[in-house]
């Protein structure tokens, strides 16, 4: 392996050039390599500047992730940064790709910073449950002003060269191979004689309203407790000397690391890249994916052909009727207005894929030539079925056949035509041009590269894909059936539904299960429930109330009545008065006697009802493994991304205390709270599901 840090001389600069594949993780070789230079460079007759660059795609995009957890190793990164900005030598940074976290942090050290058109600057480490530890928050704010450098340090987000420029991040922006403007620049400098400049000896940033500050970015933070960490660490660059500053930064960062949150933070940084490597797609060739066929453009159709549109894609689109039609044109057509409007696409692209791009037919005629078609018709498996026998008269012979459904069994779709083998499951979430996650289902007969072709399309569109077995509802679906049981169970025994709506927001759900079901619309639930009344178990407790509101015509925020009161148009909503009544009637009648539950054990049952249900779901073979269940919780039901997952979150409470508690629960109701016997294993083998995790990337 080359060096991880070459050092070279160009006149009257040294050049330490970063490689460090795939993105210049500053790891201990590299940290000890730009130590090394910097010594090196500082020892030799001659040399008045040090150029610091990076080899290909990034200038360096952070810590070494991978190195946390572990024992520290010498040298640290935040002496690094101050023993480069110590030196006596001019240094500067020429900067290209990204430039992220401690790689900016290194490039504050130094003394002049100079960067490409395209590049992106930023501290991202919130993401990881984090705060810059290299000194980011303090020497930026001595640039940015601390209103700006909490904004950009809470956010994470990244900021192009020119904004940068703006900010005082950057010096210069200039087109070129970074290390040959980089030496130009060092060049200028040395022969205009300008000064060493250190961000640490610049005055520290004017005061601002910091318990307001704390207040806003912890409220924003939904339970993330980093936010507020930041805004304390920026305080600190304004009221503490600078050294005093560095020592406040890093008991704050030590304190994170060593935090749930980070942990759970990073597991989501690893297992959201991780997810989508499967061992046995490994060498197998995806087949081609020029062109998409969608059929139906309702709610899902229109959502997946928009996705695929924005992904430079061909979309011949079937509907039922030309009315249908109009419809489902018009929906793709307002959804691409959206991505316009966010400027995600320019008017001639919006023209191009309004017209060109897309294709909206009656006829199934048209798609004789497309590489693959997503099914998204009414959920009725009789429908289904009609439809996979049409496309496989009229698709071509290696196209993929896959269907949206949410629940069907994708084997008996497959069964509907002649090449079960060209059949999978792709299902989206809404709105599917938004929503993260793609559940590849895998049917028994599934051929291996139509499998590759479901996780390369995932690929193309942007999407975490997870592979999923065919069961009812897959990973996610299924799951949530059973946690949003646990919750109706509260309601019946005694907690409102709004009670149970904010402990698990609190907890840092997007929303409650009750909010969620007056969005998807009451009449689904209510729809389900009579389907599934006549074999349901003598033991299972599903609450009715809620049925006399959708018999009275009130499905939830579509038609202004649900769990909620919703004003016309309006997203803020009130609780419904009837709710209340309507659930002591049913207690009544159940011979209930409600009892108070606190928030903390209606997030403990809801966690264990989901955990329990996932772990069932692993031992099953329908989720590869904990971590695959833990992402599709996460990019698809609104899983708070600090904790990780589900399953993360169960390893972290300690396996044995989670089954201690189904246990409990089970004494009142044994039919629900049958523990996992994956569950129980784990525990009496003293293993976590990280073990698991582990096990399979072996
Ligand atoms: N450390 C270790 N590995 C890293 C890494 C890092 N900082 N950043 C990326 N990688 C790895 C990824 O895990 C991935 O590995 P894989 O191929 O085995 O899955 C590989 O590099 C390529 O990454 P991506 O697939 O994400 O490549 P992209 O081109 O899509 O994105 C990126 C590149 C924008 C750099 C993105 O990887 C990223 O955002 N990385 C994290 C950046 C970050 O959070 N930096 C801050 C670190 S914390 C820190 O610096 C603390 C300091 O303040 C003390
Ligand atoms: P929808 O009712 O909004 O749209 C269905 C569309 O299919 C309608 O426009 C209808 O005209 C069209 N259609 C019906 N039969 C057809 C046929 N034979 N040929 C062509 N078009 C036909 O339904 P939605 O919500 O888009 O759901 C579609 C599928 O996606 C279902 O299987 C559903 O379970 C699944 N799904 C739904 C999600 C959601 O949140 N709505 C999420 C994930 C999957």
């Known amino acids: 392996m080359s060096d991880p840090v070459s050092y070279s001389v160009h006149g009257a600069i040294a050049v330490l050039c970063i490689n460090n594949p795939p993105v210049n993780a500053l790891s201990q070789a590299v940290r000890q390599g730009l130590s090394d230079g910097m010594d090196r460079a500082e020892q030799e007759d001659d040399l008045k500047a040090v150029l610091i660059v990076g080899e290909g795609r990034a200038f360096i995009a952070g810590a070494d992730i991978t190195e ?6 010498e040298p640290n990164l935040p002496d690094l940064c101050t023993r480069i900005e110590a030196s006596p030598l001019l240094v500067v940074a020429s900067m290209h790709g990204v430039t992220l976290g401690g790689g900016l942090e290194v490039a504050l050290g130094a003394h002049y910073r100079i960067a490409q058109p395209n590049a992106r600057l930023g501290l991202p480490e919130v993401n990881l449950g984090l705060l810059p530890g290299a000194g980011g928050t303090q020497r930026m704010p001595r640039l940015t002003g601390a209103d700006k450098a909490i904004e950009i340090i809470t956010s994470g987000r990244q900021i192009k060269a020119e904004e940068a420029l703006d900010l005082g991040l950057l010096d210069k922006i200039e087109e070129g191979d970074p290390q040959e403007v980089g030496l130009a620049y060092a060049m200028d400098l040395i022969a205009t004689g300008a000064p060493r400049r250190a961000i640490s000896e610049m005055p520290p940033a004017e005061p601002v309203d910091w318990d307001a500050a704390h207040e806003g970015a912890t409220k924003k933070a939904r339970g993330q407790i980093s936010q507020g960490a930041i805004v304390r660490a920026v305080q600190a660059a304004s009221e503490m000397t600078f ?82 039609a109009a419809a489902a044109k018009s929906r793709i057509v307002g959804n691409l207005q959206g991505a316009l409007k966010r400027g995600k696409i320019s008017q001639m692209q919006f023209d191009a894929l309004t017209t060109t791009a897309l294709t909206v037919a009656v006829n199934y005629d048209s798609l004789r030539d497309v590489d693959l078609v997503i099914e998204a018709v009414f959920e009725d498996m009789s429908v289904k079925k009609e439809v996979f026998a049409k496309l496989d008269a009229v698709c071509k012979q290696g196209a993929v056949l896959a269907s949206n459904t949410s629940y069907l069994d994708v084997d008996e779709i497959a069964a509907a035509t002649s090449r079960p083998a060209d059949v999978i499951g792709l299902h989206f979430f809404s709105p599917a041009h938004v929503m993260k996650l793609l559940e590849v289902v895998v049917a028994d007969k599934t051929a291996i590269d139509v499998v590759a072709t479901g996780f390369e399309l995932g690929k193309r569109l942007g999407k975490i894909s997870v592979r999923a077995g065919v069961c009812d509802g897959f990973i996610g679906n299924r799951i949530l059936a059973v946690y949003r049981a646990a919750a109706d169970h509260m309601v019946l025994d005694g907690a409102s539904p709004y009670q149970i709506d904010k402990a698990l927001t609190d907890f840092g759900f997007a929303m409650g299960p009750f909010a969620v079901a007056d969005l998807a619309g009451l009449d689904i639930g209510w729809m389900t429930r009579k389907r599934k009344a006549p074999d349901r178990h003598p033991d299972e407790r599903v609450p009715t109330y ?25 997203r803020a909503s009130a609780p419904n008065p009837k709710i209340p009544e309507l659930i002591a009637a049913e207690q009544a009648e159940l011979k209930i006697t409600p009892r108070d539950f606190s928030d903390e054990e209606i997030v403990r049952r809801y966690m264990c009802a989901m955990v329990n249900e996932a772990a069932k779901v692993v031992d099953e073979g329908i989720a590869r493994r904990p971590a695959d269940v833990d992402m599709v919780l996460l990019f698809g039901y609104g899983f708070p991304r600090h904790l990780g997952g589900p399953m993360k979150w169960a390893d972290l409470q300690g396996l044995p205390n989670v089954l201690a508690d189904i246990e ?32 399979a990337a072996k």
């Open 68 to 73: 946390f957890g572990k024992p520290p190793m």
């Open 243 to 324: 050294e005093e500053g560095m020592r406040h930064e890093r008991a704050l960062f030590t304190e994170l690391l060593h935090s749930d949150q980070s942990k759970g933070m990073i597991h989501a940084f690893f297992n959201e890249r991780a997810v989508s490597n499967l061992p046995e797609l490994k060498g197998v060739t995806p087949r081609a994916l020029q062109s998409i066929g969608v059929i139906g453009g309702g709610t899902m159709g229109a959502g997946i052909a928009t996705a695929a549109l924005l992904a430079q894609m061909q979309v011949v689109l079937i509907e039922t009727g030309e009315e249908q």
């Open 546 to 570: 809620i049925d006399r509101l959708c018999e009275d015509g009130h499905f939830g925020r579509k038609t202004g009545e649900g769990y909620y009161l919703y004003e016309a148009g309006a």
């Open 664 to 695: 409990r629960y089970a004494k009142e109701d044994a039919w629900f709270w049958q523990p996992a016997p994956l569950l129980k294993t784990l525990v009496a083998e003293g293993r976590s599901f990280d073990d698991l995790n582990r096990a």
